[in-house]
């Protein structure tokens, strides 16, 4: 679990990955951008993989795989990092 930045980074928020854009079906990490308070952020998302369902608002649905249920989570883009499909 995440607990502090890097200190080289600390503070900082990319507007970059703040505004990113998804497309339905782009593979995503979420990683916890410890600068951007989220209330309710579940530690157990921290480090999966998912996929890219739809957006909603400003953010993404995400579908993760649970052990053997499919669970969806709404999260914003500035915690989702783009996975290279190969």
Not at 26 to 42: E, H, Y
Not at 57 to 62: A, E, H, I, Q
């Amino acid at each position: 679990m995440l607990t502090h930045k890097s200190i080289r980074s600390r503070g900082k928020v990319s507007l970059t990955k703040y505004f990113q854009k998804f497309k339905q079906g782009d593979r995503v990490a979420i990683v916890r951008d410890l600068a951007v308070q989220s209330p309710g952020f579940p530690q157990r998302m921290q480090g999966r993989t998912g996929v890219v369902v739809s957006a909603r608002g400003s953010s993404y649905v995400v579908n993760i795989k649970d052990f053997s249920r499919e669970k969806q989570y709404i999260v914003k883009p500035i915690h989702l990092r783009r996975i290279k499909n190969d």
